[in-house]
């Protein structure tokens, strides 16, 4: 079976080469709703994910789990740009990183090459070489979107995480993306 993608260009594929087994995805969806449904549950959580969106700096959060860790804020990422408390490495990362560290640009997400994949910063108290491969890309929502527990990944038929995917596979398939990806780690 093939499956074709309209975006700028057509995308053929094997949909099997992409698609998880049914059991896999029964598995990934229960651990999901389990994920949103505990979220959901805990009003202080749906309170704190309010004002993670409204970048509240004096918001004491517990729930959400990401943020730039404390010894970061207030340092300069950037000439005249500070880290914050509500920051997480991937929200608003074009006003966080240079422009050339976006390898791909949609309407709606960025495929970024993560070379700090090595970054102990990731990885508190361990190593840093925690199973980041060399080849680390990743597509990130230009929205404030939290992750999946947020609403706002699900809206529109999950309208985000489609285009995501669509994004990722015309950068892979259609443009040069395994070269920009090799070139963003140089």
């Not at 959580?45 to 004096?58: I, P, V």
Request: hydrophobic share 30%; glycine share 8%; aromatic share 14%.
């Amino acid at each position: 079976m093939y499956a074709t993608f309209q975006r700028g260009r057509d995308l053929k594929y094997r949909f099997g080469d992409i698609a998880p087994t049914a059991a896999k995805f029964e598995e990934l969806k229960r651990l999901y709703t389990g994920s949103r449904d505990s979220f959901n549950e805990n009003p202080e959580s749906g309170q704190e994910l309010d004002a993670w969106r409204n970048k509240q700096e004096d918001f004491k959060y517990k729930y959400i789990k990401g943020l730039v860790p404390q010894d970061l804020v207030g340092k300069e990422h950037a000439p005249g740009n500070a880290w914050v408390t509500s920051d997480t490495f991937f929200s608003e990362y074009k006003d966080h990183n240079p422009t050339n560290k976006i390898l791909s640009v949609s309407d709606n997400s960025y495929i970024i090459g993560n070379v700090a994949s090595y970054n102990s910063r990731q990885y508190l108290g361990t190593s840093g070489k925690e199973g980041q491969g060399f080849g680390h890309c990743l597509v990130i929502p230009q929205k404030r979107i939290y992750n999946i527990v947020d609403p706002a990944a699900t809206a529109n038929d999950c309208f985000i995480i489609w285009d995501m995917h669509c994004h990722f596979i015309d950068f892979w398939i259609n443009n040069d993306g395994r070269e920009k990806l090799l070139g963003s780690a140089i």
